[in-house]
């Protein structure tokens, strides 16, 4: 069974500072890595990793995806208090079509 | 922007009933999802659909559910006969290719009483 974990459950940080959330996934078949961003209710589209040591960047977030550790980082720069959500780790895996989300990582940015 | 809509937002039924989750996708999307998200727990994928046939279920999606594509634009989910478990937020989700961005509608909350 495909497993993802994420780290820390819950982070409280001040705006301004630099977070960094862990994602780490034990799977069968890799396919995608993928990070979503959910506030009240839907879970909103980050990004998408499928090679190794390759960044993707938007904006003051950014992460990258590391095939050896089977891990991957979710940085957020200059926080703020937008950036309080719930953010969700998920695999998208070879043969199967769905994702295998995470626990999420419950971010709150205090002002 | 285009959206994957989802109706009704919240729903509240008697244990036993049948309820029926609707879903409008993005328009030009041929891949849809349903997930579902208990309170406080990990959001977890119920089944997939492509080409109108169920591509892929999990082992939440036994014979209770049920999905269908019954126009163009329509996706439902139907629980035949609710359990106080079934109580959770029911997302739909869809993509255009088989390796595109999924895209989640804002969700159902189903209360089981």
């Known amino acids: 069974e495909d497993k993802v974990v994420q780290s820390p459950l819950s982070l409280v940080v001040h705006e301004g500072d630099t977070v960094t959330l862990n994602c780490s996934y034990e799977?069968?078949?890799?396919?995608?890595l993928l990070w979503y961003k959910q506030e009240k209710k839907a879970p909103t589209f980050l990004f998408m990793l499928?090679?190794?040591?390759i960044e993707k960047k938007s904006g003051r977030l950014s992460s990258i995806l590391d095939k050896k550790e089977l891990s991957s980082i979710l940085n957020i720069t200059a926080t703020q208090t937008g950036d309080s959500a719930i953010y969700l780790c998920?695999?998208?895996?070879?043969?199967?079509?769905?994702?295998?989300f995470g626990k999420g990582t419950h971010l709150i940015i205090q002002p | 922007e285009p959206e994957v809509t989802q109706t009704p937002s919240h729903q509240v039924t008697q244990m036993g009933q049948e309820v029926i989750l609707r879903c409008v996708p993005i328009?030009?999307?041929?891949?849809f999802y349903w997930y579902r998200q208990i309170l406080g727990q990990k959001v977890e994928f119920l089944v997939s659909?492509?080409?109108?046939?169920?591509?892929?279920k999990s082992e939440i999606f036994d014979d209770q559910f049920s999905v269908e594509r019954p126009d163009g634009s329509n996706f439902t989910l139907k629980i035949r006969s609710t359990k106080l478990e079934d109580s959770a937020m029911y997302f739909c989700?869809?993509?255009?290719?088989?390796?595109?961005?999924?895209?989640f509608g804002e969700g159902s909350r189903l209360t089981v009483l």
């Open positions: 989700a869809s993509k255009e290719g088989i390796t595109g961005e999924l895209f």
């Open positions: 799977v069968t078949n890799f396919r995608s």
């Open positions: 328009s030009n999307h041929l891949y």
């Open positions: 998920a695999h998208r895996g070879g043969g199967a079509d769905g994702l295998t």
């Open positions: 659909f492509y080409n109108n046939e169920i591509s892929e």
């Open positions: 499928t090679s190794s040591g």
